[in-house]
């Protein structure tokens, strides 16, 4: 591969060097990605299995493939997270890793409501009803003041544009709160980038969204690096909603937790994906301090490309939670952030999230191999050749990202606009 300048890998991102595997927890990753198996149809499809449609898969499953790496032949690929909690329950909610998205708003193909075309970025593919029912339990929201309301806006220099805006924020909470409440086990967090200044615009958002009903009191959040409590007992409280604000203001004044007071968190964009470096962000504190207990990584480019994810969602993100676990000195992440979450050559983000949570829950080689009640260690034999699917959550997949030997459309196709939108890049906030 040549070699290529910082600028020139912002805007080509052409210029990843080979992936270095960190941990041997994550090197079995590399060997699945050239498992294939035989024809199979009619929903009997697992992992890897050659598809041509989406009915060919099995649950928690969906028909694609990935251009990116010179797979253009459809497979079945993971579509859904395992929920840790489902196999070990009973722990500090620190000691779980959570699937994130990032932008969880900013969707393609979502129709504009201010009557102008849309330019800016689009991070997910799917609402977030769906997002929430495959497993995601993080959802990242940049919200602002526009039109007299508080809406979900991917913008720039902390104002809301009608050609930046995506919703009413209050929208997106009702999905949420649907979510929770039919799904009484279930623990969701959000994580606000912030630039509401309306007052109390944030206390009377979620309690327009029956959101208020679930919130975890910021006054029982640790402080000084100690366990949270157990997630059993946050669901007996139904304390079931984690939120906080980039605001450091809102603490004092709403009760809303100041992020970096109880996390930390490494750099957003093109600063988290650079292999065998994992700086924490300037807001943050040093990832491996001990004074807060929760850990945010975040894994996504700074310009997100669909067709590019399947490839940035393979073994570059296992070596990445790998080096980011080195620089929070053995500190597993308890969040991973990710632009379209779907896409992968195979298993993607959900086998690593797998993996960070049976080392961290019981000490094997991926949460499928963990057994509730037995000794820290004692793992059950998990065959991870022979293309057999774990069992996942409940959920359904829209079908956004359901390829059938081509790539997926980038949204942005014109240099120019490409250009432009780089630029504007600059000056926008992840």
């Not at 310009?303 to 490839?311: E, L, V």
């Not at 676990?325 to 992440?333: D, H, Q, R």
């Not at 979450?341 to 298993?347: A, E, F, I």
Request: a neutral charge; charged letters at 15%; proline letters at 6%.
């Amino acid at each position: 591969m040549l070699g290529c300048s910082g600028k020139q890998h912002r805007m080509s991102r052409c210029c990843r060097p080979p992936a270095n595997g960190y941990l041997s927890l994550f090197l079995p990753i590399l060997s699945l990605l050239f498992v294939t198996s035989t024809a199979c149809s009619n929903g009997n499809c697992q992992v890897l299995d050659s598809c041509s449609a989406a009915t060919d898969c099995g649950s928690g499953l969906y028909c694609g493939n990935c251009p990116a790496m010179g797979k253009n032949q459809p497979l079945c690929i993971r579509g859904q997270a395992t929920i840790p909690t489902s196999v070990i329950n009973g722990l500090p909610f620190n000691k779980y890793s959570w699937l994130v998205t990032h932008n969880s708003f900013s969707i393609v193909d979502a129709p504009s409501l201010t009557g102008v075309q849309r330019i800016t970025f689009y991070n997910q593919e799917d609402s977030v009803t769906n997002q929430l029912l495959n497993g995601v339990r993080g959802l990242m929201l940049d919200m602002y003041d526009f039109e007299d309301d508080i809406w979900l806006c991917h913008s720039f220099r902390g104002q809301c544009f009608n050609f930046t805006a995506f919703q009413p924020a209050v929208n997106t909470l009702k999905e949420v709160e649907a979510f929770l409440g039919a799904n009484p086990t279930e623990i969701v967090t959000i994580i606000i980038e912030d630039y509401v200044h309306s007052p109390k615009g944030l206390t009377k958002l979620f309690a327009a969204a029956g959101l208020d009903k679930y919130w975890f009191p910021v006054l029982k959040m640790p402080k000084k690096g100690q366990d949270w409590p157990t997630v059993a007992d946050m669901v007996q409280q139904n304390h079931r909603l984690l939120v906080f604000t980039s605001d450091s203001s809102k603490e004092a004044d709403e009760g809303i937790a100041y992020q970096w007071r109880y996390m930390v968190e490494n750099e957003p964009g093109d600063g988290g994906v650079e292999q065998d470096s994992c700086p924490n962000r300037k807001e943050s504190r040093p990832l491996n301090s001990k004074s807060v207990s929760l850990f945010l990584q975040n894994y996504f480019p700074t310009i997100p490309a669909q067709s590019d994810a399947c490839k940035e969602h393979s073994s570059p993100l296992a070596d990445m939670v790998g080096t980011c676990i080195k620089a929070a000195g053995n500190t597993m992440p308890n969040f991973l952030a990710v632009n379209f979450y779907m896409r992968s050559d195979g298993r993607g983000v959900f086998d690593v999230l797998d993996r960070m949570n049976g080392q961290t829950l019981c000490g094997c080689s991926s949460i499928t191999a963990c057994q509730a009640g037995a000794p820290f260690g004692v793992c059950k034999n998990i065959p991870v050749s022979n293309g057999t699917s774990p069992t996942y959550a409940a959920g359904s997949f829209s079908g956004s990202v359901e390829l059938t030997g081509s790539t997926s459309t980038v949204r942005v196709t014109s240099s120019y606009i490409s250009c432009f939108l780089y630029f504007m890049s600059m000056l926008f906030l992840l």
